[in-house]
């Protein structure tokens, strides 16, 4: 089975600039959560979606946003990307995220700089 | 800003000595589980706890859980230099999300 495949694992970015970052869950999870870590604050939530909805979302500014496809695979996009913003961004899946089955699988994340 | 804390920041350890860290959260939980993370890499998934269970073991990790106190501690027992790694607890409340801890950064010396 595979596991959770984050793209791309590199990203160099401009000040100013905008980018996506894509995560495709284990199949049959449909639950997709991402996750801001850097040294300064930690893993910070950012957003959860579940079948197509957005349940969750984390404090960050409206310059966050994420979809969830039909598939289970999920986007996530940083608008007028500020030098605070690189970071690891990781994704998580999960079968559900009630009930007992509530394990979050992670991708190996996507490494994003800001210049 | 985290859901809870984790305790110690940092551990050294000699190879075959056992390691535990300790963790603390703020709201009330369906689950806690822990996290294992190797040097920016994506975290890896040890143990999950449901908030009915007092502890729980799997291979060389035993974890606990107090509700009353909002505490949860990780027991690596017989370390190894491949347990160096930062280690997270996470629980999980009624929200969806996960809510991590600072994060224990474990070095096992050989």
């Known amino acids: 089975k595979a596991g959770v495949t984050q793209t791309p694992r590199y990203l160099i970015k401009t000040r100013g600039q905008q980018v996506t970052l894509s995560c495709s869950p284990i199949?049959?999870?449909?639950?997709v959560s991402w996750y801001q870590q850097t040294p300064g604050q930690g893993l910070q939530f950012l957003f959860e979606?579940?079948?197509?909805?957005?349940?969750n979302k984390g404090n960050f500014p409206g310059r966050f946003s994420g979809r969830q496809f039909s598939n289970s695979r999920s986007e996530m996009n940083v608008s007028t990307l500020e030098l605070g913003d690189s970071a690891l961004y990781l994704c998580?899946?999960?079968?559900?995220?009630?009930?007992?089955?509530?394990?979050?699988?992670f991708g190996q994340g996507t490494r994003l700089t800001v210049v | 800003s985290q859901q809870g804390e984790e305790d110690p920041q940092a551990l050294s350890i000699q190879e075959g000595e056992n390691a535990t860290m300790n963790c603390s959260y703020k709201?009330?939980?369906?689950?806690l589980q822990w996290y294992r993370q190797n040097s920016g890499r994506g975290l890896v998934h040890l143990i999950l706890?449901?908030?009915?269970?007092r502890e729980k073991h799997s291979g060389r990790l035993r974890v606990t859980l107090d509700t009353s106190k909002k505490s949860s501690s990780l027991l690596i027992t017989a370390s190894r230099a491949a347990d160096t790694a930062s280690y997270f607890c996470?629980?999980?409340?009624?929200?969806?999300?996960?809510?991590f801890g600072a994060g224990t950064t474990v070095t096992v010396r050989a």
């Open positions: 979606y579940f079948s197509e909805t957005q349940r």
């Open positions: 709201t009330s939980i369906n689950n």
């Open positions: 998580a899946s999960s079968l559900t995220t009630s009930g007992t089955n509530t394990e979050a699988f």
């Open positions: 199949s049959g999870h449909r639950s």
């Open positions: 996470a629980s999980r409340g009624d929200d969806y999300k996960l809510s």
């Open positions: 706890i449901r908030s009915n269970e």
